[in-house]
DNA sequence: TCTGGGGTCCTAGGACCC
DNA sequence: TCTGGGGTCCTAGGACCC
């Protein structure tokens, strides 16, 4: 048995780069990306971050600063991230079939199968076929463990002499090398709670916590404490992990421009909300056992206030009308009129593939059956439309209280033929 | 009324990731 | 005025049982 190889290929400054495919007048310009309600910073050019702005501050705190320095800012269009997030996983599944889409920028692949003398010179070679098709630079780490897979992928983007790939493995220099570099709060699995206790302690670097013995980690951090520090050293404790894992739940929640009071406002926010995940939920064949309704009043404010409840679907479904009336149920459970609430959500769970259920509990087949095809009917005229065409009375659309602000979103240039880019000769 | 230990199961909250 | 969203995992503590 080979001893496993992690890639990590990580896109750099992700959804500023995806702006910047279509804007090659910002290539090297300041870009920031921002969340929903154009809140937060989520991506930032290293132009903005070498003005010290850091990753998700409220925009608020930093727009004089981003005025100043001339920044180009974007609301989120995670539509067209998500389409590019695919392209790239597309050319890393040719490369490898043994990959793990970790999140919407990186991946893992397991690569001690292929053939590969230099792992650096194969991580060039990457890197350029994956900007050439895309538009998207990476950086690329390579290791015996996930952990120092992450750590070799952040050193290759910072240190321009690796020119975007860096490989520790079987290099004893190049890994103590790394370990000494990489600051304890940049480690996978050390956050920012943690973070000041260890260096209370005297624990600055990766290499520091590398030393440390099991039993004191434990105590102070966790059994994942322990597996990070073993992994630190070079000992595999994380596997690939198959993207054919069903999910355990599917989320929507949104932050509301206003603290919304009105009973009326939060329904048609919460049945959209459910109505969105139930359509999720069908496209991934599942069906849901329970859906969580939620609100709450700022976090930034002196009167804190948030509720929630669990409304059980039997028998599970995936069918947009009960999973409304689900929420609602919830809805009306955790309402106070004395509030005014800054965020609601819903969250569906005890998800279950739909074939196996049908075959387990029967019901009325044909029942369901009508049931399904008019969602799917529903399903296919949104897609198709790319809006949310078709929809329950109850998720009024119309101005509300609740609605995102966007401002600054770029054209849907790939998913959407009313905004494709246009090419003017001259 | 006082005195236990040990086991399981569930839930809420915390911590982490991007 | 303005402070993101979607996930997973772990632990502590309560409820309950014998």
Request: charged share 20%; proline share 4%.
């Amino acid at each position: 048995m080979l001893k496993p190889v992690y890639a990590l290929v990580d896109c750099n400054n992700f959804f500023v780069s995806c702006e910047r495919v279509f804007r090659p007048d910002l290539w090297d310009k300041p870009v920031a990306v921002l969340s929903n309600n154009d809140g937060c910073i989520v991506a930032r050019s290293n132009e903005v971050k070498a003005l010290g702005i850091p990753m998700a501050v409220p925009y608020f705190k930093v727009s004089d600063v981003l005025k100043q320095n001339n920044v180009t800012l974007f609301s989120g269009n995670f539509q067209l991230y998500g389409d590019f997030s695919q392209r790239v996983t597309q050319i890393l599944q040719q490369e490898s079939p043994d990959i793990e889409v970790y999140s919407v920028d990186e991946s893992f692949l397991e690569i001690s199968s292929l053939p590969i003398k230099d792992y650096e010179a194969w991580a060039r070679t990457l890197k350029a076929k994956i900007f050439k098709w895309t538009g998207i630079p990476v950086s690329i780490g390579i290791a015996p463990t996930k952990t120092l897979a992450k750590a070799a992928a952040d050193f290759a983007k910072k240190n321009e002499s690796t020119e975007g790939g860096f490989s520790i493995v079987g290099d004893d220099t190049k890994h103590l090398e790394l370990l000494k570099w990489l600051p304890i709060g940049d480690v996978w699995g050390i956050g920012w709670r943690t973070t000041p206790k260890l260096q209370e302690y005297g624990i600055r670097t990766a290499y520091d916590i590398s030393l440390a013995s099991d039993t004191w980690v434990q105590s102070q951090l966790n059994i994942r404490g322990v597996k990070t520090a073993h992994e630190l050293k070079g000992e595999s404790c994380y596997e690939l992990e198959s993207n054919n894992e069903p999910q355990k739940s599917i989320a929507h929640t949104r932050s509301f421009p206003h603290a919304v009071r009105n009973y009326y406002e939060l329904e048609g926010a919460i049945a959209t909300f459910a109505a969105q995940t139930a359509a999720k939920l069908r496209s991934q064949q599942e069906l849901a056992g329970a859906v969580m309704t939620f609100l709450r009043t700022s976090k930034y404010t002196k009167i804190q206030h948030s509720g929630s409840h669990v409304v059980t679907l039997l028998p599970p479904t995936a069918e947009t009308g009960k999973i409304v009336a689900a929420a609602l149920e919830g809805l009306q459970a955790i309402y106070d009129p004395d509030f005014g609430y800054k965020k609601g959500g819903i969250t569906l769970f005890d998800l279950k593939p739909r074939a196996a259920w049908q075959l387990e509990l029967g019901g009325n087949i044909a029942d369901i059956d009508r049931q399904a095809a008019l969602m799917a009917t529903i399903d296919q005229l949104n897609n198709h439309y790319h809006t949310r065409l078709v929809r329950h009375a109850i998720e009024h659309t119309e101005r509300s209280d609740w609605r995102s602000r966007q401002q600054q979103r770029s054209p849907n240039y790939t998913t959407n033929w009313a905004e494709l880019p246009i090419i003017k000769a001259s």
